[in-house]
Structures are given as C-alpha cells and as structure tokens.
C-alpha cells in the first residue's frame, strides 16, 4: 500500500516538472518570436496573458467537466486570491525581473531553495509533516544535485549581489514556497480544479495589467509565436491543476521535494532544444542525486522527527 501511495505522487510529480522544466526553453524562445527584448513591462505582459489564459483554460475544462462554471464559496475568495497574488503574481514579477538581472547559473540554484523553505515550513505548521533525518539529508542532497548541474566552472557563482538580480531570484523562492503552504491550506476539501483556475486567472491578470500599465506589448506576433504561448498556456494549466491536487492529497514535503527535478529537466531540455550537449557524466550524477534525495525524503518507515 506504501509503495502504491508513493507512486501515486511520484508519476504526477514527474510530469509536472518535466512541463515546468520545458518552461525554460519554451519561455526564452517566446521572447524571439514575440520580439521581447529587455523590457520587463513586456515580459510581464507576456506572462500576464500566459496565466491568465491558463486560468481560463482550467476553468472552461472544469465547467465541461461539472456541466457548469464552478465558483468559490464566499469564505473561499480571501484565500485564493492570496493565493494567486502570491503564488502567481509575486512569484512571477520578481522571476522574470530577477532572471534578467543574473546569471541561469546563479537562477537555477536561489530557485532550488524554496523546497527547502516549504519543507522547514510544513514542519511547524502540518503535525503530519515533520522533518525527519532521511527528509532532511534527501533536500541537502538533492540540493547538492541541481547546484552539480547549474554550475559549469569555479566561477559560476561569482559576480556579486543585486537586489533586482539574486535578491529578487530569492523573493521568487520565498513566494513560491509559501504558495506552496497556502495551497494546502485552500484547496483543503475543495476542487484543485476550481481552485488553480480562478488563483491563475486573477494572479494572471495583475501580471498583464501591469505590463499594460507599463507600456509592455508584443512586437510581433506570428502563428508559431501563437502556437508556443497555446503550449505555455497548456503546461501552465495541467501542471499547476496536478500540483494543487498533490498539494491536497500529500504532505507538502513529500510533493515539493520534487521542485528539485525542475532546473535538472530545465538544463537537460534547454540543451537538447538548443542542441547542446547535455548528456555528460556530470549531468547524469546530478540527476542520480536529484533522484536520491526525492527517495529519502519520501521513506515511509517510521522515524523520529529531527
């Protein structure tokens, strides 16, 4: 029955950061077709249309599902639209502004950290989620798997620190790690449907409205630019749908822990896309240990808490 439970979180698990993972090439390429450069308005814009439309996404599936549009209960909006602000907008201005202000080297490893930040919260908040030995060794080593992977020479993390660059990179972790808590708390009893829908659709629209207010806009818009904003639309609606529901379903350490697989899937397919090589020794160690730490911290034998 363990093993079944597990596996109940590890296929969900996999596919939403192998969607998130794709994130990363998929976005990068976004900006050529749609002519963005470094304008930040614009990139929140894009962003902007990509979450919302997600949201809309979600919310047309559930209404075909349900036979109907489905709306919170009036107890309900606070916490989704905290969660939205949270998870969505806030997470996403300073990701974007904060990307463009450093290096992927130095984004990929402050961007690993909110599973550490969501583990160490669920730990004082959720009795059924305590850290353990085996859960905390698994973060230190899945950590020590993506920062093996992002850096490529001695000096990867060098360069100093800026607010707008690695400070913002490290508010996006914070937001993304309690987002991550909010959500356990909302969708607590209710449709992970409903609640990714309508906390996309509003975080979405603050980030486009934004951009607007910005001057933020699309230089050019092709139909394979078109096309590549439906597949960010697409990966942004199932995988946020999919956490949600694990988010419900699991303890917040077991599912986060899973965080750690995004920047190693992001590496590997930005390089295959772009026609990198990826396959090397270091890249696979990485993933081994990504892999590692994921086991550990899903152990289900009894232990005492740490």
């Known amino acids: 029955m363990n093993a079944i439970k597990q596996g109940g979180i590890f296929l969900p698990a996999l596919l939403c950061t ?8 998929s976005v990068k390429t976004g900006y050529a077709l749609f002519g963005i450069g470094d304008d930040a ?4 814009f894009f962003a902007g249309w990509r979450f919302m439309l997600a949201g809309v996404a979600v919310l047309a599936v559930s209404a075909v599902l349900n036979k109907k549009l489905i709306f919170p209960k009036r107890s309900l909006w606070k916490g989704i639209l905290l969660l939205g602000f949270v998870q969505t907008t806030l997470q996403y201005v300073f990701f974007y502004i904060g990307l463009s202000h450093t290096t992927g080297v130095k984004g990929s490893v402050i961007t690993a950290m909110s599973t550490f930040l969501a583990v160490g919260a669920s ?3 959720f009795p059924d989620d305590r850290l353990t030995t085996a859960k905390t060794i698994g973060c230190l080593v899945g950590f020590v798997g993506v920062v093996m992977i992002s850096i490529s020479s001695v000096d990867a993390l060098g360069g100093g620190f800026a607010l ?6 490290l508010l996006s972790t914070v937001a993304s790690g309690a987002g991550a808590v909010i959500s356990k708390f909302v969708a607590k009893g209710e449709s992970p449907m409903m609640i990714t829908g309508w906390q996309l659709f509003f975080g979405g629209a ?3 409205l ?3 207010f910005g001057g933020g806009h699309f230089t050019t818009v092709t139909p394979k630019a078109v096309a590549l904003l439906g597949y960010l639309i697409f990966l942004s609606a199932a995988a946020f749908s999919i956490w949600t529901w694990l988010l419900k379903k699991y303890p917040v350490g077991k599912v986060t822990v899973y965080n750690f697989l995004v920047p ?3 590496t590997l397919m930005s390089g295959i896309i772009l026609h990198e090589t990826v396959f090397t020794v270091r890249n696979m160690l990485s993933l081994v240990l990504v892999c590692v730490g994921i086991v550990l ?4 034998k009894a232990e005492k808490t740490a």
């Not at 308005?41 to 929140?44: D, E, G, Q, T």
């Not at 707008?164 to 990179?169: A, D, L, P, Q, Y």
């Open 264 to 266: 190693v899937f992001g």
């Open 297 to 300: 911290v899903n152990r289900t």
């Open 164 to 169: 707008t660059g690695e400070g913002f990179m």
């Open 206 to 208: 603050v980030l486009l």
């Open 41 to 44: 308005y614009s990139k929140l």
């Open 210 to 212: 934004a951009g607007i």
């Open 123 to 125: 730990h004082f908040l």
């Open 18 to 25: 192998l969607l998130w993972g794709s994130a990363f090439p």
